[in-house]
T-cell receptor
Framework: GQNIDQPTEMTATEGAIVQINCTYQ??????LFWYQQHAGEAPTFLSY??LDGLEEKGRFSSFLSRSKGYSYLLLKELQMKDSASYLC??????????WGAGTKLIIKP | SQTIHQWPATLVQPVGSPLSLECTVE??????LYWYRQAAGRGLQLLFY??????ISSEVPQNLSASRPQDRQFILSSKKLLLSDSGFYLC?????????????FGEGSRLTVL
């Protein structure tokens, strides 16, 4: 079966750095997405990785290792507004997205 | 620019009643359209997707149905709701013709079945 694993919840301090991991086992691979979802709102797109390596976008970076079936989302200089759930999703060989359950990130002052 | 809007945002329905959620996309043509359901503590579950008018693919057997009467309109329906239909429903679109590319989500509709 297809499976996406990410931690259920993480806590970090304002101004710090946090890394949210995602491991996957899917039928084929056509890219990995990270989305941010604030409570009660729709997910919004953060990043897309299809090749190995690090993609940086401002305070957010996403890393992919296809051989390990592993990705992480790195958030730097954490702000209170970064409190949200972070969803990892993999596009399989049929170009369908397989979603993880999300990681709820709690930022403390 | 492209926008996506779904409604209603919140609804409370009794078991056995019908359902209609609507989703409209503006600023793009021939999009791929999707209906997802999100249950607490679980990943997004794809319910239906459509690559064109009248073309609906169902991913999960259930008492829900979907229709695409116009290029930019996607409707999720049920004739008789079950308690298990409660959840957060999300409509999404992606540029048609592209296999990859990110999804853009509507605001979501929270359904409570009592």
């Amino acid at each position: 079966g297809q499976n996406i694993d990410q931690p259920t919840e993480m806590t970090a301090t304002e101004g710090a750095i946090v890394q949210i991991n995602c491991t996957y086992q899917t039928s084929g691979f056509n890219g990995l997405f990270w989305y941010q979802q604030h409570a009660g709102e729709a997910p919004t797109f953060l990043s897309y990785n299809v090749l190995d390596g690090l993609e940086e976008k401002g305070r957010f970076s996403s890393f992919l290792s296809r051989s390990k079936g592993y990705s992480y989302l790195l958030l730097k200089e954490l702000q209170m507004k970064d409190s949200a759930s972070y969803l990892c999703a993999v596009m399989d060989s049929n170009y369908q997205l397989i979603w993880g359950a999300g990681t709820k990130l709690i930022i403390k002052p | 620019s492209q926008t996506i809007h779904q409604w209603p945002a919140t609804l409370v329905q009794p078991v056995g009643s019908p359902l209609s959620l609507e989703c409209t996309v503006e600023g793009t043509s021939n999009p791929n359209l999707y209906w997802y359901r999100q249950a607490a503590g679980r990943g997004l579950q794809l319910l239906f997707y459509s690559v064109g008018i009248g073309q609906i693919s169902s991913e999960v057997p259930q008492n829900l149905s979907a229709s695409r009467p116009q290029d930019r309109q996607f409707i999720l329906s049920s004739k008789k709701l079950l308690l298990s239909d409660s959840g957060f429903y999300l409509c999404a679109w992606k540029a048609g013709g592209l296999d990859t590319g990110e999804l853009f989500f509507g605001e979501g509709s929270r359904l409570t079945v009592l």
